[in-house]
Structures are given as C-alpha cells and as structure tokens.
C-alpha cells in the first residue's frame, strides 16, 4: 500500500478523533469509540513512518499528491 494514502488516512483520522474525545472528557465518559479511531489512526502513520521517513515539509505534500490521485 502506498506510504502517502497511508499518512493520509491515518492523520485524518487522529483529527476525526479529537472532538470526540473532547466531547466524552468533558461529559465525564470514557471515550471508547474515540480511543479506537485513534488507535487506527496512530497505527496507519507508524506504518507509513516506518516505509518513509517524512519531514514536515512532505507532509501537505503528501496530502495534494493523495487528492490528486483522487481527482484525475
């Protein structure tokens, strides 16, 4: 699988994650559903970092070159 759809997805869905998690502290809740996205998230970066090492500069690089596959 591709390094860049796999950063992708994964930092999408760690910023997926993040309101819920907010919304289930603030409540006083575990915030089970939230803990799992990150979970997959966390894991599909690990495993992009560990075939590519990005910089911060590839990163929105690595977003546009995802999108465009997408769109053409």
Do not use: C, Q
């Not at 502290?25 to 089970?32: C, D, I, N, V, Y």
């Not at 990150?38 to 990005?54: D, E, K, P, Q, R």
């Not at 977003?63 to 769109?71: D, G, I, N, T, Y």
């Amino acid at each position: 699988m591709d390094t860049d759809l796999l950063l992708v997805v994964g930092l999408i869905l760690l910023g997926l994650a993040l309101p819920p998690i907010v919304g289930a502290l603030s409540e006083g809740r575990a915030p089970k559903a939230a803990s799992i996205m990150v979970f997959a998230g966390g894991s599909l970066v690990v495993l992009a970092l560990n075939n590519h090492t990005y910089t911060l500069d590839e990163v929105p690089e690595a977003f546009m070159r995802v999108v465009a596959r997408f769109l053409h």
